[in-house]
């Protein structure tokens, strides 16, 4: 079955540091990978998506790469700042809009 | 910017009733989806709706779910008899459509409590 693999471990960051997340998956080929952010109690929100044949998409501060050889992506924060501390997620699509999430990296960026 | 409302924020229900979760999606979007997150766990996705039918739908979404948008602007979520491992919480979703490169905007949740 296909699955989504992020580090589980919190990433500790300080500020002014660019941050780096991993999103790995398997037994999938997928068109477009999604990043999400998360606060807590709160939904996902919708931050970047990539196409398979963009290496890489950019958003103000923010950069997303996509090797679909390795069946990776990467999520970069640069000039990090303790309000981009939030867990995020990455997410593939599957028929019917159904969006399969990876389970979270938790970013604390400090002071 | 327009966003998708749910309510309530929070929901306890005794184990075997019934509950009706709520949500008001972004007006101009056609799909509309339901998903859940155990405490800690991942977000997982219930089901996906289209055209006033079900477009796809995971084992989770079995006989005791069943969605519904009963007017132009409500799309509800029940679970008939709730048990205690429905405790979680859930988003609704919508989007523009159903393809690949679409975002989904999700509401932020109604947090389902079963004792």
């Known amino acids: 079955s296909q699955k989504i693999e992020q580090n589980s471990e919190a990433l500790n960051i300080q500020e002014g540091k660019t941050a780096t997340l991993t999103c790995n998956y398997t037994?999938?080929?997928?068109?477009?990978l999604q990043w999400y952010r998360q606060d807590p109690g709160r939904g996902p929100v919708f931050l970047l998506l990539?196409?398979?044949?963009?290496k890489e998409k950019r958003k103000e501060r923010l950069k997303v790469t996509f090797d679909t050889t390795l069946k990776q992506s990467l999520f970069h924060i640069t000039a990090s700042q303790p309000a981009d501390s939030a867990t995020y997620l990455c997410?593939?699509?599957?028929?019917?809009?159904?969006?399969?999430f990876g389970q979270g990296t938790e970013l604390s960026v400090k002071p | 910017e327009p966003e998708v409302t749910q309510t309530p924020s929070h929901q306890v229900t005794q184990m075997g009733q019934e509950v009706i979760l709520r949500c008001v999606p972004i007006?101009?979007?056609?799909?509309f989806y339901w998903y859940r997150q155990i405490l800690g766990q991942k977000v997982e996705f219930l089901v996906s709706?289209?055209?006033?039918?079900?477009?796809?739908k995971s084992e989770i979404f079995d006989d005791q779910f069943s969605v519904e948008r009963p007017d132009g602007s409500n799309f509800t979520l029940k679970i008939r008899s709730t048990k205690l491992e429905d405790s979680a919480m859930y988003f609704c979703?919508?989007?523009?459509?159903?393809?690949?490169?679409?975002?989904?905007?999700f509401g932020d949740g109604t947090r389902l409590s079963i004792l």
């Open positions: 709706f289209y055209n006033n039918e079900i477009s796809e």
């Open positions: 007006s101009n979007h056609l799909y």
């Open positions: 037994n999938y080929s997928p068109a477009y």
């Open positions: 979703a919508s989007s523009e459509e159903e393809i690949s490169n679409q975002p989904q905007h």
């Open positions: 997410a593939l699509y599957n028929q019917g809009g159904k969006l399969i």
């Open positions: 990539i196409r398979e044949n963009e």
